[in-house]
């Protein structure tokens, strides 16, 4: 049963380009979460989705970002005219309906120059 | 608001014990969990607590007062894989499954 699935493992994009970032959920999971993490820092939530479904965009600043999971394919994170500052990991994690245990993606590796 | 207070790093040595604590403060509360994450990699899903007391995974326990708002992760048998940072988190009501992350406890195990 393969893992939560992220690509690219690394992406280098500079100040204005738009970055894209996948999510395959666990096979069987519904419920998608991306969260970003700083160096040294804990994860922050940005968004929960389910299929077709926004549920919860609180952590996601208004500008910018936006994040699908469409019927078909993976979740996606879109961050349009990228800045210095959005430079992290960002991670995807998955789960069945409680979200008590999530399984997470090995992380994207944004970095703006 | 919610908010999570765990150390930011603690030493020990190869087959010590050790114990993490996190206090939280949110508006509602479902449960405790504690997450694994070697340098920078994927975190892991290590226990969870949806009531109060004592659950036993292997080496790994952790434990629930929800009256004292305040929880534990205790390694036992340390060994040097388990250096890691450990994050404690919490789940509210009414948020789906959203999780509220600590700032981290990098543990780091001595020979």
């Known amino acids: 049963n393969a893992g939560v699935m992220q690509n690219p493992r690394h992406l280098v994009r500079r100040r204005g380009q738009e970055a894209r970032l996948r999510c395959s959920p666990m096979?069987?999971?519904?419920?998608v979460y991306w969260y970003r993490q700083l160096p040294e820092e804990g994860l922050k939530f940005m968004v929960y989705l389910q299929k077709e479904n926004i549920i919860d965009e609180s952590g996601m600043p208004k500008e910018r970002f936006s994040a699908e999971f469409p019927k078909e394919g993976p979740s996606i994170l879109r961050i349009q005219q990228v800045v210095r500052g959005d430079s992290a990991a960002y991670f995807c994690?998955?789960?069945?309906?409680?979200?008590?245990?999530?399984?997470f993606g090995p992380g994207t590796r944004l970095t703006v120059t | 608001g919610q908010s999570l207070e765990q150390p930011s790093e603690v030493t020990a040595v190869e087959g010590a014990i050790v114990q993490i604590n996190c206090t939280y403060q949110?508006?509602?509360?479902?449960?405790l969990s504690w997450y694994q994450q070697h340098d920078g990699g994927a975190p892991t899903f290590l226990s969870y607590n949806g009531l109060d007391g004592l659950e036993e995974t292997g080496r790994f326990s952790s434990f629930l007062s929800r009256s004292d708002s305040y929880g534990y992760l205790l390694l036992q048998e340390l060994q040097m894989k388990d250096s890691a940072s450990y994050f404690c988190?919490?789940?509210?009501?009414?948020?789906?499954?959203?999780?509220?992350f600590g700032q981290g406890t990098e543990l780091s195990v001595k020979p």
């Open positions: 988190a919490v789940r509210a009501p009414n948020q789906g499954g959203k999780l509220i």
């Open positions: 096979k069987g999971h519904s419920h």
């Open positions: 994690a998955s789960s069945t309906g409680t979200g008590n245990e999530q399984y």
């Open positions: 949110t508006s509602g509360f479902y449960g």
